[in-house]
């Protein structure tokens, strides 16, 4: 959302900040405003621990590992690859974290009735408004975490409505305890984001130390399926990013050949986006016109390319590049969760699958 509100409002990009977007949302008259990448630093947090447990416990049939906070991801597991279940992260997605922690952690925190809280979340997704409802898991805090869903277009149009003359707001800061983040979770919504904040914190879970160099270049980008291998204390982790479904279908296949001819499966991690480029790209982010089209359509991969730069370029400059430096999460599981992968935590922060389709591969 933080990518490109700014275009959909029609402010230089110097404008378009995220304090000038929560500045907007208190002025729409939210009590409170939370950033998403607070929960996309927890989702890293349960995340890299479920991918130690794995790697602890493994045996060649744990592997590989998918990510799963793109709900049109989660919704074609559940129909179509049943077979795939048991390979994926049991991790809700940001958006699904930040309502179960809003109602229950900072409900508790602030002595607020949670029945009197609603949370309104700000996606760029389409997928999104279907996953706030999508099994009882998304109720994990006694009532529905998450309200509505809106999308960035949809935040646009309602600041437009309000009246809000936004040019003139000055930034807010979003409110703490659920609004501070590392550059890990910043670039959550491009492709390759997810999988290298995972493997960050993934790297400190397993070996005790911090990855010398941040970025795994060979991630980065629009190709439809990237792979590489990172070598964590000896151990080569194969890794693959793939995003547009298209693309996913192929990994899949791959994955199953290896297993049906007794091989072992060609990678351990694997990152999916159902969008072209990743979130930046969602079906309820801002759209530009495309030829032979009479108004805004689609998005280009030039503007793909300019959302997902903003992104990595935060992450770049941030003070923090580590979900697990993040000091709120710390104070978090320290009051609250107790541990990554605790009862707690998995009773609020997890969900599972179950086969939904007529049609198993
Ligand atoms: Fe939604 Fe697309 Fe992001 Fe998946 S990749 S969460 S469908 S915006």
């Known amino acids: 959302v933080r990518a490109a509100w700014g275009e959909a409002l029609d402010l230089p990009a110097y404008m378009a900040t995220e304090g000038r977007m929560a500045a907007a949302l208190k002025k729409i008259g939210f009590d409170y405003v939370f950033d998403t ?54 991790c809700k997605s940001p958006q699904s974290m930040v309502g179960a922690m809003a109602k229950t952690y900072y409900a508790e925190k602030m002595g607020i009735d949670p029945a009197k809280i609603r949370v309104v979340s700000v996606m760029p997704c389409t997928a999104k408004k279907w996953e706030i409802v999508r099994s009882e898991d998304m109720r994990s805090s006694g009532f529905q975490d998450v309200d509505v869903s809106i999308t960035t277009r949809e935040l646009a149009r309602m600041i437009k409505q309000a009246g809000i003359d936004f040019r003139k707001l000055h930034d807010e800061e979003a409110d703490s305890p659920l609004g501070e983040y590392s550059g890990a979770a910043t670039i959550f919504g491009a492709t390759g984001g997810v999988m290298t904040a995972a493997l960050r914190t993934a790297y400190f879970y397993i070996t005790g130390e911090e990855l010398g160099n941040l970025d795994f270049k060979e991630i980065d980008g629009l190709e439809g399926i990237k792979a590489c291998e990172v070598d964590i204390k000896g151990t080569k982790v194969r890794i693959a990013v793939a995003h547009g479904i298209g693309n996913v279908e192929q990994v899949l296949d791959k994955v199953r050949a290896a297993r049906e001819n007794g091989e ?54 941030a003070k923090n590049r580590l979900s697990h430096h993040n000091e709120s999460i710390k104070t978090l599981y320290a009051e ?26």
């Open 336 to 361: 609250y969760l107790g541990k990554a992968g605790s009862e707690k935590a998995h009773e609020l922060l997890h969900t599972h699958y179950v086969p939904r389709g007529l049609y198993k591969k």
């Open 264 to 317: 072992e499966v060609p990678y351990h991690f694997i990152e999916v986006m159902a969008c072209r480029g990743g979130c930046i790209a969602g079906g309820g982010q801002p759209r530009v016109m495309m030829p032979d089209q009479p108004k805004p359509r689609g998005i280009t991969d030039d503007i793909r390319k300019k959302r997902a730069r903003g992104l990595f370029d935060e992450d770049l400059n």
């Open 37 to 90: 990448n607070f929960s996309a630093d927890l989702t890293i947090m349960e995340e890299g621990n479920e991918f130690l447990e794995r790697m602890t416990h493994a045996d060649q049939y744990s592997w590989p590992m998918f990510t799963s906070c793109c709900p049109a991801w989660v919704d074609l597991l559940e129909k179509y690859h049943h077979d795939m279940i048991p390979h994926f992260s049991t």
